[in-house]
């Protein structure tokens, strides 16, 4: 008999689950990249899209809220952890196909990562995922949550359709998403907005190009990050750049981002004089302010409130309220 079993917990709806891959008490910081965060209650790595449908059904039929975890970038999760039900998605097919001239779609699950499909565009020589080049851990879902992107690219760009689970009550219902429906914006989606919306699989249009070129590309963004980029644990940027132009053109210092039509938050953040900043083993990072890194024992709580101090000191400098592009779990 499965040792889950001897727990008594039964599916109130439809439906078989698969006690024996459900787990307990699994330690969430060896799922970020930030390598910070207490236990979840319960664990499942969900390895198909029937596994996510699954994993979120039995949540909800349980009376138990549930996380979908992507690559755990972007992620802060709390010292006391979760408790509710977290689903690390671990679906990783994907297929190409023409779609004529010089498009093709890749049609991803939720997990496949994005550095295998620049690995894969590499050899294929497609071109849209250059800007995803070296960004750890990503993965298609948590991507096309946030509309991560870089140097003036995101998902938006080439997301098709995204294939989608309605989670209502006890409903559930799996609908596509065409662009227009996602409700792109900077940092931002539908499915951000809306928790009910939980991302299965999406199509990606990339263009064929000169294998050669995309390499070259490739190369550059590599580069960059290499000399621009803290190698100790982070989460990624952690707040938004500021994009208002309104903004932008009420002070003489910000002129400089009036071509890039936004100002920078890790710009903002040194200004104010905190590179470098350390609380317990959490550091503003000195190669690139706008990153918190873990210098090694660093705390949930450390990190926030290294947050909260850049929110309060750029605020009282620039009257600008930072948001964070970060996400939260168990706060």
């Known amino acids: 008999m499965c040792p889950h079993l001897r727990h008594g917990w039964r599916l109130t709806i439809a439906g078989s689950f698969d006690f024996c891959m459900l787990k307990e008490n699994i330690l969430l910081k060896s799922y970020t990249t930030f390598q910070i965060g207490g236990l979840a209650r319960y664990f499942w790595e969900a390895e198909s899209v029937p ?3 699954e994993a979120i059904e039995w949540a909800k ?7 979908v975890l992507a690559g755990g970038s972007n992620l802060l999760v709390a010292d006391k952890g979760f408790d509710g039900l977290a689903i690390k998605v671990q679906s990783s097919k994907f297929k190409a196909q023409s779609l004529g001239g010089d498009k093709a779609l890749l049609y991803c699950e939720a997990g496949v990562k994005l550095s295998d499909l620049v690995a894969f565009s590499l050899e294929e020589g497609l071109s849209g995922l250059e800007w995803a080049s070296g960004i750890p851990q990503a993965t298609v879902g948590g991507s096309i949550w946030g509309n991560a992107g870089a140097f003036g690219k995101n998902m938006a760009d080439i997301v098709s359709q995204v294939e989608v689970m309605e989670v209502q009550s006890s409903k559930f219902k799996v609908k596509n998403y065409k662009n227009k429906e996602c409700g792109f914006a ?51 940027s ?13 002070r003489p210092e910000f002129a400089v981002f009036q071509a890039r039509k936004e100002i ?13 900043k350390k609380i317990g083993g959490a550091q503003i990072s000195t190669e690139h302010t706008n990153f ?38 168990g706060f």
Not at 212 to 218: A, F, L
Not at 238 to 250: A, P, T, W, Y
Not at 264 to 276: F, H, R, V
Request: net charge positive; with cysteine; proline share 2%.
């Open 51 to 53: 596994d996510i449908k």
């Open 61 to 67: 039929g349980n009376g138990l809220s549930f996380f």
């Open 186 to 236: 900077y940092k931002d989606s539908i499915f951000k907005q809306n928790k009910n919306l939980v991302i299965l699989s999406a199509g990606l249009v990339l263009e064929k190009k000169n294998k050669q070129e995309v390499k070259e590309e490739v190369k550059k963004v590599l580069q960059y990050r290499k000399n621009h980029h803290p190698n100790q644990p982070s989460a990624g």
């Open 238 to 250: 952690v707040f938004q750049n500021i994009k208002d132009e309104k903004i932008i053109l009420s």
């Open 264 to 276: 920078s938050a890790g710009w903002l953040i040194e200004q104010c004089g905190l590179k470098g």
């Open 292 to 329: 918190i890194v873990n210098t090694g024992a660093a705390t949930a709580s450390e990190v926030r409130q290294l947050i909260d101090l850049a929110k309060q000191t750029v605020w009282q400098k620039f009257a600008i309220a930072l948001e964070e592009e970060i996400q939260y779990l």
